[in-house]
């Protein structure tokens, strides 16, 4: 999940190539036993896998439905309770860390949960390549790692150049939902989206938790030491006449 990098100069004859900047980085985390079987097991039967042409939704899911592209899903709790809460809508889960991946894919397994596939990937690879412009209802980025020290801040997710892609995705009226517990993120992410063209604030500043995103364990304990999280929620505008 990196911001989109901008283009550079070819590179002289025997350089190394440039690595793109990334906004996760890849751990070793702990992977418990029913974690690996699910990705052995469920990822072929809930997950797509990345490839370079866009996603048939129709045909994925068997039906005509808004579709919600979700960023970062971490170990998957909240992913798998707002697709279990509005069945009526699909969901697609990107997520890069092993352990959180084959989380989610239990949880889709245990719940039956037909409205949401996984995909293990970069969300920026995915959304370059994968998701068609227009197509969705809504983008959920719930808690994406602030990089906290200034001089980590290129590796954001939420970057000017990422924003307007995510914005192409959505069909007008499309909403764009982000969370962060980090104040100086949330307000470095009010000041993207709302320089952001083509997406238009759905409250003065920042929006009230809406009703579908559940409260997580880990918020509510923060909350009750007094840790803010803050919640920015903006819409694609119409198109011009």
């Known amino acids: 999940m990196t911001p989109i990098p901008a ?11 440039r690595r793109p900047i990334r906004s996760f980085v890849l751990r070793q985390g702990r992977m418990s036993a029913a974690q690996q ?39 998957g709790e909240t992913t798998a309770r707002i697709a279990q809460a509005t069945p009526g809508v699909d969901y697609v889960g990107v997520e890069v860390h092993a352990p ?29 390549s994968m998701i068609p412009s227009h197509s969705l209802a809504g983008i959920h980025v719930f808690f994406p790692d602030p990089w906290p020290k200034k001089r980590h801040h290129k590796r954001r997710l939420l970057a000017p150049s990422f924003v307007h892609e995510l914005a192409l995705r959505l069909a007008a009226g499309g909403y764009l939902h982000v969370a962060t517990d980090w104040e100086e993120y949330a307000q470095a992410i009010l000041a993207t989206l709302a320089a952001e063209p083509l997406l238009e604030n759905t409250a003065p500043g920042f929006a ?22 803050w919640d920015v929620v903006f819409r694609r505008r119409p198109a011009a006449r």
């Open 100 to 128: 959180g991946v084959g989380s989610l894919l239990k949880q889709v397994d245990e719940h039956a949960l037909a409205n949401l596939r996984v995909i293990r990937h970069d969300a920026v690879e995915v959304v370059a």
């Open 37 to 75: 079987r699910a990705l052995d097991t469920l990822l072929p039967r809930f997950g797509l896998p990345f490839e370079p042409r866009a996603i048939d939704f129709d045909r994925v899911f068997a039906r005509a439905a808004p579709r919600v592209l979700e960023i970062g899903c971490g170990m």
């Open 7 to 17: 283009p550079v100069a070819p590179a002289e004859p025997g350089a190394q190539p």
């Open 208 to 229: 009230p938790r809406p009703d579908y995103r559940p409260l997580t364990k880990f918020e509510a304990r923060g909350l009750k030491l007094g840790h803010g999280v």
